[in-house]
């Protein structure tokens, strides 16, 4: 059964480095593994998106092991204004379902 | 910059009712989903249409219907409301590409808030 699976909410201060994981059985070669990040009253904003090794962004990174059975979320020297709700997305093309993680809420405090 | 706009950001509605839900996009996307988001369960897909007149059941479809007439406009309908579709609903579009990756990279409206009484 295809699924992602995230902490439900993390802490974390101003300045520090934040490293969410996400993990997903099931994905196949080639599926690739997206997040998002919501505040309240939005709909979710794309973050970064990948299938191997590591991507980087201009606001994130996505580390991706070689079995791909999870993926990180790294946020570098988070701000009081990355509190948000995190999600992972997977698209799994073997059984044609997009499943979203159950998200995970970032708190940085002062 | 994408622009997803929903018909309403906040909508009251009766048992029994029918309920119509509008989403537009103006970038030309081929791909549109509608969600459920609520809260410990995350966002769930209801439908998605890759083409006009074109859709797909996603995970809860059971309720609901869609309609995709043109390509820049995806309706979710609720044939009678119920109180368990309470919820909020939000629309999406991405383009299409090769594989699952344009899956991914979706754009999301603002949301709608359904209350069902």
């Known amino acids: 059964l295809a699924k992602t699976t995230q902490p439900i909410s993390m802490d974390s201060y101003e300045g520090q480095e934040v490293n969410i994981t996400c993990s997903h059985n099931n994905i196949a070669t080639n599926d690739y593994i997206t997040w998002y990040q919501q505040f309240p009253s939005q709909g979710p904003r794309f973050i970064i998106q990948?299938?191997?090794t590591k991507v980087t962004n201009e606001v994130a990174s996505l580390f991706i092991p070689a079995d791909r059975k999870s993926s990180t979320l790294s946020l570098p020297r988070v701000s009081l204004s990355d509190t948000a709700v995190y999600y992972c997305?997977?698209?799994?093309?073997?059984?044609?379902?997009?499943?979203f993680g159950q998200g995970t809420t970032l708190q940085v405090k002062p | 910059d994408v622009k997803v706009t929903q018909s309403s950001r906040y909508l009251v509605k009766r048992t029994g009712e029918k309920v119509f839900l509008e989403c537009v996009q103006d970038?030309?996307?081929?791909?549109m989903f509608w969600y459920r988001q609520d809260p410990g369960l995350g966002l769930r897909l209801i439908y998605f249409s890759y083409d006009v007149k074109m859709k797909e059941k996603g995970d809860i479809p059971e309720g609901y219907s869609v309609s995709r007439e043109k390509k820049e406009r995806f309706s979710l309908i609720l044939e009678s409301a119920s109180t368990n579709q309470t919820s909020m609903y939000l629309c999406?579009?991405?383009?299409?590409?090769?594989?699952?990756?344009?899956?991914?990279?979706?754009?999301f409206g603002p949301g709608t808030r359904l209350t069902v009484l």
């Open positions: 990948g299938y191997k």
């Open positions: 997305l997977v698209a799994f093309s073997n059984t044609g379902k997009l499943i």
């Open positions: 970038m030309d996307h081929e791909n």
């Open positions: 999406a579009s991405s383009l299409t590409g090769a594989g699952t990756m344009s899956l991914g990279e979706q754009f």
